[in-house]
């Protein structure tokens, strides 16, 4: 029997130290890729305005400034409306819709999962088939409906539509048919609890992985969201939408508009860390027995 390789008196994978090193190599060369654009929008964000403008473009700043960062906390203070006021509308809504968005994709892929449901299968073609539209094409549809219920020009407009993404339900259907067995379920109704606590207290712990998942990936599309269609109201525009106002002052403001991106970015960084490690623990555990 061939030896397992220790590290550290803890077994690892049984590869060879080739093997390693060339993971080792393509996941740094990977991660690499993906930090350049985020270091190098920061960077910009510290560029004086004569350095956006030089040819060929350098990507290291050679006077670098906090003068950006002044200019737009600045025009944010001078705001007609408050920026807090934007800044609490992001909040809101993004809290608002991500919640709303996960309890409504966990139920439905319960339901669609675990219980006897007439045409479920039909139900959930119709689903994996919404994948391949953007939103956008549902614009006018869900304008009209917004308009009929009322909803234009109010928080819902934003958070409603953000309920029914077909990618949470699918994600989370997916997880639910492989984790969750039918086995357990029926050991706890037989054991006398109820629908909603077994989904509760069950299913959603064992599909932690996809609900964390659905958290970022929901989290972050609503905190980028732009200028709604459906919201005319300055005092219900989300922080990205300021911002953007703000950004749209020509060349002058190109360094402005550089540091409002860095400013967009750190809360869905920081939401990304938090959850991605969490990810990563409860997938690492998942597949363990006692």
Not at 111 to 123: I, Q
Not at 179 to 184: G, L, P, Q
Not at 246 to 266: E, H, K, P, Y
């Amino acid at each position: 029997m061939k030896k397992l390789r220790t590290r550290r008196h803890a077994v690892v994978l049984n590869r060879s130290r080739g093997g390693d090193a060339g993971i080792t190599v393509a996941l740094f060369i990977l991660g690499f890729i993906m930090v350049v654009p985020l270091f190098y929008a920061v960077l910009q964000s510290f560029k004086p305005l004569d350095e956006f403008f030089v040819f060929p473009p350098r990507f290291f700043v050679s006077h670098p400034t906090l003068s950006n960062y002044q200019d737009l906390f600045y025009l944010m203070s001078t705001s007609w409306v408050p920026f807090s006021r934007y800044i609490f509308n992001t909040v809101f809504i993004s809290v608002a819709g991500t919640f709303g968005h996960l309890v409504c994709a966990s139920l439905a892929a319960y339901v669609m999962s675990k219980m006897e449901l007439p045409g479920k299968t039909a139900m959930f073609q119709m689903v994996q088939k919404s994948l391949m539209f953007n939103m956008g094409v549902m614009g006018t549809m869900t304008f009209v409906i917004l308009r009929y219920l009322g909803w234009v020009d109010t928080y819902w407009a934003v958070i409603i539509p953000a309920f029914q993404q077909s990618l949470g339900l699918y994600l989370m259907k997916q997880f639910m048919d492989s984790n969750v067995s039918k086995e357990i379920l029926e050991s706890a109704r037989l054991d006398g609890a109820r629908e909603f606590r077994i989904f509760w207290s069950i299913a959603m712990p064992m599909v932690k992985p996809a609900w964390l998942t659905l958290i970022i990936y929901c989290f972050k599309d609503l905190w980028n969201q732009g200028t709604s269609s459906a919201i005319y109201s300055e005092q219900l525009k989300t922080l990205n939408a300021g911002l953007g106002q703000i950004a749209a002052g020509g060349v002058a403001r190109s360094g402005v508009a550089a540091a409002s991106t860095v400013v967009m970015m750190i809360v869905p960084i920081i939401v990304f860390v938090i959850m991605q490690s969490n990810v990563i623990e409860t997938m690492g555990s998942s597949g363990m027995k006692d």
